[in-house]
Nanobody
Framework: VQLQASGGGLVQAGESLRLSCAAS????????IGWFRQAPGKEREGLSC????????YYADSAKGRFTISSNNAKNTVYLQMNGLKPEELAVYHC??????????????????????????WGKGTQVTVSS
C-alpha cells in the first residue's frame, strides 16, 4: 500500500506545475485525498481536498483561483494543478488519503495537523522550488 507524490521541480515565479498523487495497493474510490505543503521553518498547510466518492472539493484561501484538484479514477491518481506559483510557495508538497473521510472538516475550523494525522496513508513529499 503506497501513495506516491510526484511532479515537483524548479520553476520560475508565475509558472505552473502539476503534482500527481498515485495510489498503489488500494483503490481510491472511497477515499478523501488531501494535498498539504510544508515550507522550511513553517507549519504544515492544508491546500486542497477531494472526495473520490462524490467529487466534493475544498481549497484553502491560498489555493483558490490558482490551484485545481482533480482525479483520474482509472489511473487511481489525484492531481494538483498549480498555476501562478510564487517564490514563497517553495515547500515540500505531500498527499494523504483518508478512507471514508469528508472534505467538510477542511472548512470547519479543524486544525491542519488534526486533519493530516487523521489520514490513513501518507505519501513521500515532492519538492517544489519557485525562483524569483
Amino acid at each position: 500500500v503506497q501513495l506516491q507524490a510526484s511532479g515537483g521541480g524548479l520553476v520560475q515565479a508565475g509558472e505552473s506545475l502539476r503534482l500527481s498523487c498515485a495510489a498503489s495497493g488500494f483503490t481510491l474510490d472511497d477515499y478523501v485525498i488531501g494535498w498539504f505543503r510544508q515550507a522550511p521553518g513553517k507549519e504544515r498547510e492544508g491546500l486542497s481536498c477531494i472526495s473520490m466518492r462524490d467529487g466534493v472539493t475544498y481549497y484553502a484561501d491560498s489555493a483558490k483561483g490558482r490551484f485545481t484538484i482533480s482525479s483520474n479514477n482509472a489511473k487511481n491518481t489525484v492531481y494538483l494543478q498549480m498555476n501562478g506559483l510564487k517564490p514563497e510557495e517553495l515547500a515540500v508538497y505531500h498527499c494523504a488519503a483518508e478512507r471514508g473521510g469528508s472534505c467538510n472538516k477542511w472548512s470547519s475550523g479543524t486544525s491542519t495537523d488534526s486533519i493530516y494525522y487523521s489520514m490513513d496513508y501518507w505519501g513521500k513529499g515532492t519538492q517544489v522550488t519557485v525562483s524569483s
